[in-house]
């Protein structure tokens, strides 16, 4: 049975090349953005009766989030280096989109805060781009259906 273009809009999946980032309202671009998830510990409750009845499983804290962003370096734009100097948290938010440019899911990250700001490896024997890696650490993610 043949399907109409709507029905095959809504129930297919969406590739993961078309997303935009915004960290506080500026619009940039990333080759990669890693760590997305929402994970709790696992906590094993044994009580006294556990010998017999075995233990309970338990969600505990949620653990803090881990992104990591990679785009490659181009001239005269530092605004990584500049956030990792200083201690400002800000917000990131990152759409995954339509084939028309519009937001279907986002992952918004709250307060987040530079960790690490790695260099590309140098090698003689390589024409890849050189790209940056950014790691964060942030407080809240919340992920937005639209």
Not at 46 to 72: D, T
Not at 91 to 101: A, N, Q, T, Y
């Amino acid at each position: 049975m043949a399907k109409n273009k709507q029905t095959i809009i809504d129930s297919y999946p969406l590739p993961t090349y078309n997303y935009k980032v915004v960290i506080d309202g500026v619009g940039m671009s990333f080759s990669e953005v890693s760590g997305l998830q929402i994970e709790h510990e696992q906590i094993l409750y044994k009580h006294g009766f556990s010998w017999l009845m075995g233990g309970y499983l338990l969600r505990g804290q949620r653990k803090p989030i881990n992104v990591s962003l990679k785009r490659g370096i181009i001239q005269h734009r530092s605004f990584l280096y500049d956030w990792i100097k200083t201690t400002q948290k800000r917000d990131v938010l990152i759409d995954l989109c339509d084939e028309e440019g519009q937001p279907i899911v986002s992952w918004q990250i709250n307060r987040a805060l530079p960790l690490k700001l790695d260099a590309p490896s140098f090698n003689v024997d390589s024409n890849d781009v050189a790209v940056e890696s950014l790691d964060l650490i942030a407080h809240d993610l919340k992920i937005i259906h639209h």
